[in-house]
């Protein structure tokens, strides 16, 4: 049992400080990703013009280049960026729940303006924070949603001239835990990030409090969170955590939080894989000699089919008894 709750939970050692952004105009992150240059981030929802743009950070957070939308976003709160990087921001915020259409805004490797994709809920209007987007460039949107939060996923191929109808692919509950934050239990409660890691073979989602990894053997993210169960590496009292990413090599993951005020300090948490268990050396049995009685044929026949049927026997209880 010790063993497993180990597994289950791998506290990790504290966040290291990476380094801390401090341009103005990001004053509300709500979506972080890691590139091998640096790193890529949105803000929240924003009535400034100047702060509804895509940034691009240098290795110590200093803005490199930005890109505006061509049109207003409504409320973006994750992003992306894939193999190939393409820059993947999910605009799916919606607090009030009235929007009858989600998007994201999908942007080519080194372009200047991003592509709207529509994307609608099948039941209705849902508030979300949490986009992983597959190595093969599937989103799949985890809603905020107290306790049993949905995940939806494309039910078809994307497309800037259409809106694509999304799919219920199942739900994630998370482990409870105690971990200090802001919010205290609901802050434990609701799923305000995602990441899948850059080999695909493990997924995170984040609550304001903790971060939850799984992982993905055969390359199915939604299997994994919705069935998986999850390493736990608590994120304490960040001031209000709602970006993950892991980092390019896949060793650490890496927080920011929406403050109204920068700096906004990137952080970093290294991961602890488990390892497998050890197989036990093998023991030499030495056979006693044989002193035995000698029995004729017919008895030793006789006597084994005895031994099989009370093993027989001892299973079937035993089976009974687990049921």
């Known amino acids: 049992m010790i063993a497993t709750l180990v597994a289950a939970t791998l ?28 790193y ?15 940034f691009f950070l240098d290795r110590d957070c200093e803005v490199s280049r930005t ?22 921001v999910a605009d799916i ?23 709207l994709i529509r994307m609608a809920y099948p039941d209705g209007a849902h508030d979300a924070e949490a986009m992983l987007s597959t190595p093969g460039g599937t989103p799949i949107i985890v809603t905020k949603t107290a306790g049993s939060a949905g995940v939806y996923v494309p039910d078809g191929l994307l497309s800037t001239g259409k809106t694509t109808t999304l799919r219920l692919a199942g739900s994630v509950s998370l482990p409870s835990t105690a971990t200090s934050n802001p919010f205290g239990l609901p802050g434990r409660m609701v799923i305000t990030g995602g990441a899948v890691s850059p080999d695909g073979r493990r997924a995170v989602l984040r609550t304001y409090a903790d971060a939850f990894e799984f992982d993905v053997p ?33 060793t650490s993951l890496l927080t920011v939080s929406e403050v109204n005020q920068p700096p906004a300090n990137v952080l970093r948490y290294p991961l602890i894989v488990p390892s497998p268990p050890a197989s036990p050396a093998p023991v030499a049995v030495v056979a006693p000699p044989d002193r035995s009685p000698r029995f004729p044929a017919g008895a030793l026949f006789t006597g084994g089919v005895l031994l099989l049927a009370a093993a027989a026997l001892a299973v079937g209880l035993i089976l009974r008894r687990r049921r």
């Open 218 to 250: 055969d390359g199915d993210v939604v299997e994994a969170i919705t069935k998986g169960k999850p390493r736990e590496t608590p994120l304490p009292d960040e001031p209000q955590g709602e970006s993950i990413a892991y980092s390019p090599d896949g």
């Open 40 to 54: 890529v981030v949105v803000n929240d929802g924003s009535d400034d013009a100047d702060r509804r743009r895509i």
């Open 11 to 38: 506290l990790a050692a504290g966040p290291q400080q990476v380094c801390g952004i401090t341009d103005k105009r990001l004053s509300e992150i709500s979506g972080l990703a890691a590139t091998a240059t640096g």
């Open 93 to 115: 915020g919606d607090n009030s729940r009235t929007r009858t259409t989600i998007a994201l805004w999908r942007l080519e490797p080194g372009g200047r303006k991003p592509e």
């Open 67 to 88: 890109v505006k939308y061509p049109s207003r976003p409504r409320d973006t709160e994750d992003l992306a960026v894939g193999p190939d990087g393409t820059v993947w």
